[in-house]
């Protein structure tokens, strides 16, 4: 079961973590990112604030810390890519691979959130924040420079603001639908090239160049979070913003969707189910204490969500008392938490121009770590597919190279007129809840109780020293199948047709949402069917190949003593 250290040595194509501390800093940079600072305040928000860190810490415990041992761990053990791996473990399975690459193409357009706060960037270091004023050649009649105590709920009936009016005018130039795309907004298309270009430089050695960009990357967000929560704890109201972030209201705690979404963050802060922790964890050593970095990397996260839902709330509290409403109506939930709500914010500050550069270079430098390991884990996994083709020190520079030219020119509709309405259909359909749910119960199936929980145990002990505790087996085998089934059943209940405030998407929009979750659900249960039809033997004996691993020579030494044995008690008595 154990493979030799030589033998991982040996694959000098494929490379491994030059020291411990790159492999934890690029992992710690890439599962804390804009789902951190970006998305957990907004459904904090969108959820009652406290009643939102209920669920979420009871599921970081049931869910986040088990799945992502798991995966790191199957990384770690079989030194491969997430498709290539299934065939050390269930090859039956193989096809969560494929489900988990789709997850991963699609995650991968939050480059675009990337290239937004590019663009804000750029414009913060102005004498005059755009934002602020109504005087640009973009602004309404409408426009409202900024909302007060005395009239903030009839300008809101009467008028948009002016952080609104530079998001949507500005920088996106928001079509009427997703069926007028329009022109590429070519400020945002050389934002998102910028992107794009940090990305290959990040990756085009390997895992030697990652890590050493994730010295800078992983780390300086950090200084810029602290500066933001001691600003933002000073401010006038700060008190009201944290009261409503860490008061849980009771009655939301009896609402399924509360917790639903609450999963949901785990899943998408955590990376878990899109394949990339097994991507870092198979460029580990065999004996890397894999348990002990899982409990560390996912404290850390946890504990970032947490202090940047201080940071945002603060400032939430100090909006809440200028305009003279109370918190949860301070503003929209979603994008323009960080987009509209803390550069409005800024600009009431002392130094504004400070304050959003500190606030956008955060979001920027937690974004590309995220963005870059994503894509890496892509590549890698293709490089394991075709071994012979791209291993090649040359050969996997071009393919890095084509392949980031690719994924720009695809992406260019995102930097569309309308492109805020394709964007916001594949985070609705093709990234998040059902995928994701559905994809932590099939490796739980597949590992938990194929393959075997016990064996995964025994696995870990053998490479870590220290065998995990019997709670993990219980969440592998039962508590995180229940829960991520509950979840995609509720889905499926409770949904609606997306919508983008009172634009409906039109009928062959929905269909192309579908689609994309079901390309990553279907291909499941499709391999599985397609193995079990390709391979020889009785229904039985086809069962028992697939579900054994591929590469387990003490089972095939096993399996063709007992058919020896077999053959012998069939054959005929021989009279003499």
């Known amino acids: 079961m154990k493979s030799t250290e030589n033998e991982i040595q040996s694959d000098e194509g494929r490379g491994q973590w030059t020291s411990k501390r790159e492999y934890l800093l690029v992992v710690a940079g890439n599962v804390i990112g804009i789902g951190n600072v970006w998305r957990f305040p907004y459904l904090c928000y969108k959820n009652g604030g406290g009643a939102f860190l209920v669920p979420y810490g009871v599921l970081v415990i049931f869910t986040g810390l088990p799945l992502f041992l798991l995966e790191i761990s199957v990384g770690q053990y079989t030194q491969e890519g997430f498709i290539t791996c299934w065939n050390k473990l269930c090859p039956l399975a193989k096809g969560i691979g494929f489900g988990q690459l789709v997850i991963s193409l699609t995650t991968i357009t939050y480059v675009i959130v990337e290239a937004w706060t590019i663009f804000y960037l750029v414009f913060s270091f102005r004498s005059q924040l755009p934002w602020v004023t109504c005087n640009n050649t973009w602004n309404t009649a409408t426009c409202l420079t900024k909302f007060n105590s ?10 948009t603001s002016a952080a609104v009016e530079f998001w949507e005018r500005r920088m996106l130039g928001m079509s009427g639908g997703i069926e007028e795309l329009g022109g590429v907004r070519w400020e945002l298309a050389l934002c998102l090239l910028a992107c794009w270009v940090f990305c290959y430089f990040s990756i085009w050695k390997g895992v030697k160049s990652s890590g050493k960009v994730a010295y800078f990357t992983a780390t300086f967000p950090y200084v810029m979070l602290l500066i933001l929560l001691i600003k933002g704890l000073t401010l006038p109201g700060a008190s009201e913003g944290i009261y409503y972030y860490l008061y849980p209201d009771i009655n939301r705690l009896a609402d399924l969707q509360v917790w639903t979404e609450a999963g949901s963050q785990i899943l998408f802060s955590y990376a878990l189910t899109a394949g990339v922790l097994n991507v870092l964890g198979s460029y580990n050593k065999y004996n890397n204490n894999c348990y002990k970095d899982c409990l560390w990397i ?53 130094l504004p121009q400070f304050w959003t550069v500190c606030f956008f270079l955060m979001l920027v430098l937690l974004a590309v770590d995220s963005h870059f390991v994503g894509v890496e884990s892509i590549f890698t996994t293709m490089k394991d597919l075709f071994p012979k083709s791209f291993r090649a020190r040359v050969r996997h520079e071009i393919f890095v190279l084509v392949g980031c030219i690719l994924f720009f020119i ?167």
Not at 150 to 159: D, F, P, R
Not at 478 to 497: E, G, M
């Open 410 to 576: 695809v992406q260019l509709t995102l930097v569309t007129e309308g492109g805020i309405y394709v964007f916001s259909l594949i985070d609705f359909y093709g990234s998040t809840r059902a995928c994701m749910n559905f994809m932590a119960i099939c490796e739980c199936l597949a590992l938990g109780w194929i393959f075997g929980a016990d064996r995964i145990s025994d696995i870990i002990e053998d490479m870590t020293g220290h065998r995990p505790s019997v709670f993990f087996k219980v969440c592998w085998k039962f508590i995180i199948p229940l829960l991520s089934l509950s979840s995609f059943i509720l889905y499926l209940v409770n949904y609606k047709h997306f919508k983008i405030n009172d634009y409906i998407y039109p009928d062959w929009a929905y269909g192309l949402g579908w689609t994309m979750t079901l390309s990553s659900v279907l291909i499941v249960p499709l391999w599985a069917a397609g193995q079990m039809c390709l391979t020889p033997g009785t229904f039985r004996q086809r069962l028992s190949v697939l579900c054994r691993p591929a590469e387990d020579p003490d089972w095939r030494r096993n399996k063709t003593e007992e058919e020896g044995a077999m053959n012998e008690l069939m054959m005929p008595a021989v009279t003499t």
């Open 298 to 350: 996912c404290l850390l996260n946890t504990g970032t969500s947490l202090v940047a839902g201080f940071a945002v709330f603060s400032v939430l509290g100090f909006m809440a008392r200028e305009q003279g409403v109370t918190v949860d109506t301070v503003t929209d939930s979603g994008p323009g938490l960080a987009f509209i709500a803390y550069p409005q914010a800024a600009a009431l500050m002392p």
């Open 150 to 159: 005395s009239n903030a709920t009839a300008n809101q009936t009467k008028g």
